[in-house]
């Protein structure tokens, strides 16, 4: 199940079917991800995490579960 979230053009995608739960992304951008009781990650309600640090979180994902957006471009993962 995918969860998306649009923020200042940047959309945001997690495919919670693939999350592990490892939990980086939440260590590296704590206002964008959190972990939830089913232990997959879920978009954070508000936020003003800069794209730089996003990236970061999403690069650190084990499983690529989590797909950046900008401007109707996919940024992450490159392919
Ligand atoms: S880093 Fe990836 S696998 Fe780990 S919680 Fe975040 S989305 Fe899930």
Do not use: H, Y
Request: charged share 30%; net charge negative; glycine share 6%.
């Amino acid at each position: 199940m995918n969860s998306t979230k649009e923020v200042n053009g940047l959309k945001i995608t997690v495919d919670r079917d693939i999350c592990i739960g490892a939990g980086s992304c939440e260590l590296l951008a704590p206002d964008v991800f959190g972990i939830d009781n089913e232990n997959k990650v879920f978009i954070k309600d508000n936020f003003n995490t800069d794209e730089e640090t996003i990236k970061q979180a999403a690069m650190s994902c084990p499983v690529l579960a989590i797909i950046l957006e900008k401007d109707g471009v996919k940024v992450w993962p490159e392919n």
